[in-house]
């Protein structure tokens, strides 16, 4: 078994985080011309129309989701000395 950093597991979280994503985005995009041809509008786009589906809310949240987790394991800059005068 390969040893992992805390670091390469956070990058590989946030990459299938950001895939997640867009394969979320994919589905809710399908989803949007769907109803658009069936029933004439666009989910979440008239105010008291149809809600956002669930494919649209989850493809944001794993987008964020997984742009913290490259942030996490983004390595920190090295602590610099203030000199007091």
Known sequence: MFAKTARQGLVEAGIVLIAAAVLCAVAGGAHMLALSRAE???????????????????????????????????PRAPAQRVRAR
Do not use: D, N, Q, T
């Open 40 to 74: 004439g509008e666009i989910c979440g786009l008239a105010p008291g129309g149809l809600p956002h589906c669930a494919a649209c809310s989850a493809s944001l949240l794993l987008f964020v989701a997984g742009l913290a987790a490259l942030a996490l394991a983004r």
